[in-house]
């Protein structure tokens, strides 16, 4: 492809994003060009690999740029030069999609700031569309470096958070500039579909965040009642429901495995000390991927008991490592984890379901073999991160030729 791509997303790499990684990596291989930008410089207990800190090192930090004066009058001066019009319908874009009050006001004075610094770095890259990943304040500056630079925009539209707030978030300005939208599932693009006009409709779509199966290949497991939870230590991913669940399952072998790290580690530590389970859980902070595949190549179950999401990786990986799951049915789950084939669903803040079903997992390891094995086999016909990259190339390529027709709802990935 001969189009150059900014690809931008608000901290980029870390460590609880890689799948974002994944698609930027997806997308070189597939032959674009792809220019990494973030707003925010990741802190470096966020690279876990080398492979994060080549990326880190490569990748243009916007607000990093926009806190130098010069570099900042530069970029403003120049636009006001060059493009006064332009400039000028930006910052107007920025006042009348700010929420109430004096403080988003100035949130989106400042997003106007990054957008200039993020237009010009663009046009001296020779970047040709510029795509945001998650779509709030990185695609607020998204959409105004588009407007002040002319270069087309789109988006990949997660939830579930940006769901709670889409008029806050101008979800249906977003959508109605931006030239396509990447929806994460089938309910992402519902959800799209309930904040924009019907003629808006035909340009979102369904784009799978997605793993490299590769990587998690299955492993014979020893079947010693080990659990794992992979994933941030914050209320709306249902630990404390999780705990409560082990206290009725009682399993003297049964041992829980806590991958990642959050602004409730605290608070559930002492929670688990104080149900006495201490002894059954480990909390083991953030790891790289490599050492979540080993993990995954160990245990028997992978437990995500969430309360709201968009699709999650994770489940995906334990998929994908032949390792059955057991989760909520809620948003985009159902789309990955059918029930009883490769996985078991719960109603969110159920702790007796939560809990029968991973007995039901633990007590049967057939079942839970075969249903690893449908798992995995979901993961290679649907969610391979190269093919999903290569169906993400294949609407840049679609959206950049002049009067092509639209792309189906699920494109098909650019040979």
Known sequence: MSMKIAYLTGEYPRATDTFIQREVAG????????ETCS??????????????RQEAARTFHVLEAAKNPLRLAGAHLGWIARRPGRWLRALALAGRTAPGGLRAWLY????????????????????????????KSSCTVAMLASEISGIPYSFTLHGPDIFFEPIHW???EKIRRAVF????????????????????WDKLHIVHCGVDPARYAPAPRARGHQVLFVGRLAAVKGLPVLFEALEHLRHETLSLAIIGDGPDRAALERMARDK????QVDFMGYRSQSEVAAMLAETDLLVLPSFA???????????????PVVTTQI?????????????????????????????AVLDDPETAEAMGAEGRETVRHDFDSRIEAARLAALFAAYSTPGAPRPPKRPEPLS
Request: proline share 4%.
């Open 108 to 135: 989106h004075m400042i997003y106007f700031a990054e957008g200039g610094v993020l237009a010009r770095h663009m046009a001296r890259e020779g970047v040709t569309h510029l795509h945001n990943h998650i779509a």
């Open 39 to 52: 707003i925010r410089r990741t802190g470096p207990e966020h690279h876990v690999g080398e492979e994060q």
């Open 27 to 34: 997308l070189r291989e597939a032959g674009v060009m792809v």
């Open 309 to 323: 999401e968009g699709l999650p990786v994770v489940l995906m990986e334990a998929l994908a490592a032949g390792v």
């Open 170 to 172: 101008r979800l249906d």
């Open 331 to 359: 948003a985009g789950i159902p789309e990955l984890v059918e029930h009883g084939v490769n996985g078991y669903l719960c109603p969110p803040g159920d702790e007796l379901a939560l809990a029968h079903a991973i007995e």
């Open 181 to 200: 939208v990447s929806c994460i599932s089938e309910f992402c693009r519902s959800q799209a579909m309930a904040f924009s006009d019907t003629d808006q």
């Open 276 to 279: 006495g389970i201490d002894q």
